[in-house]
């Protein structure tokens, strides 16, 4: 049955991830998180090669880059077969997104095997039950060379809920001109942006001082 704000939920067989697919998720560079759906992915299993492959459903954003498309594409032909992957487009508005998931969730949609969210959603889909946390080996796997701010945004009361995706990295840029040494505070930043007004006067003004001409020798006027 399909709702306003996206397709019919697709057909699916309800089995387990495999390790690969797991590793693929925990590989992918790039604050958004990659979440387990408590329908069918808490743990791995094998699956009979006489079913054919098994439909895992990715529910994420729109990815313009292709670069989600060829990591499918990739983690397919390394499963032999066995699994496959389908990407299932989210609306492309953060908040619509959020709905969408909210409302299959609430309603016991078992398409759901695989999610990806903002980070400010996890506590809530947490709390509900939606999302299972990551522990054993395929914990040490999320937390193995993942720097801890982004790792830290993964976590839940004391438990690892999402494995990190990709982040937003904020840069401060400034004139060297005018701030020698860049804050490393907010503190020293709030200082030296009181201080900006002064400084950039003062480089005006000296880049405004009237300059002389001298007339060549010899010159009657």
Known sequence: MADKDGPAPPARRTKRAPRWVKRWLRTKTGLAAVILGTSGLAACSSAGASTGPVTLNFYQFPDVSGAT???INNCDAQSHGAYKISYQLLP???DSQRLQLVRRLAAHDATIDI???DVTWEPEFAEAGW???WTG?????VVSGTITPALDTAIWKGQLVAAPDNTNTQLLWYRSDLVPTPPKTWAQMIADAEQLPRRASRTTSRSRAPSTRARPSGSTR
């Open 137 to 141: 080996a395929d914990k040490q796997q």
């Open 92 to 94: 492309a508005a953060s």
């Open 131 to 133: 999302i299972v946390p």
């Open 115 to 117: 999610m990806a969210l």
């Open 69 to 71: 498309n060829t990591e």
